[in-house]
């Protein structure tokens, strides 16, 4: 049962994230160096607000129940910031390498557009948020232990692997928008980001209470996501023409 555990929350947690590699992004040197830069920068976001967190729970009274879930709170809030921060530095690292790409090219043009590095650079931030948030959950999953046997949510290692799913969606979606609004200097798209994270990081309070924080991630997943395929360039009669080339089996034509 641990084994089924653990494979089941593995493939929920890891499985859309790994097509998208495996299609979009493995085979293009670049584009895996980009994702590995992505990762790095989330992960140097998580080291630096997990020593402030850190520092204020030793500087403060481990009896005070209310003072450490203010802090809990504040070191939450605190991360997305600082996570939101390291994507602008991305975003600024990114641009300047557009600019050494063109440079350096023969016919004056970049290999990779700035909208496929917001894509890239969401799945990289997405897949070291995942890999953080359910790493120690899967080592547990395998055991020894009966999840639930004192009362609790059966349900905790599913709802975990949900949640980080939804996570690394949410992170590919909102690189796409934060870029987007860095580059045409509209920030009130990256003011929305911001809001976006906040509110589904808040939303983990409600557990266990798991419907409190699966629906409203899952909601804003997909209005995010509609976000995001429509300043990319998608369109209503573009998803009509691709769902009826999949429905008939034939492949859509160059330039139809």
Known sequence: MTLAVFFGCTFIA????LGLFLFTIARDPLRIIILIAGAFFWLVSLLLSSLIWFIAVKASDPRDEALQKGLLIFGVMFSVLLQEAFRFLYYKLLRKAIEGLVALSEDGCSPISIQQMAYVAGVG????????????LLADSLGPGTVGIHG???????????????????HTFWGILFFHGCEHRRWWEIAAVVVMHLAVSGSTFWNPLYVGSLVPSYLLMAAAATWAYLLSGGSA????????????????????
Not at 152 to 170: G, P
């Open 14 to 17: 890891f499985g859309p994230a």
């Open 125 to 136: 931030f997405g897949l070291m948020s995942g890999a953080f948030s359910m790493i120690n």
């Open 152 to 170: 609790d949510s059966q349900l905790y290692f599913l709802t975990s692997a949900f949640m980080t799913m939804v996570l690394i969606f949410l």
């Open 237 to 256: 009669q573009n998803l009509r023409r691709f769902l009826l080339c999949l429905r008939s089996g034939a492949s859509p034509q160059p330039g139809s």
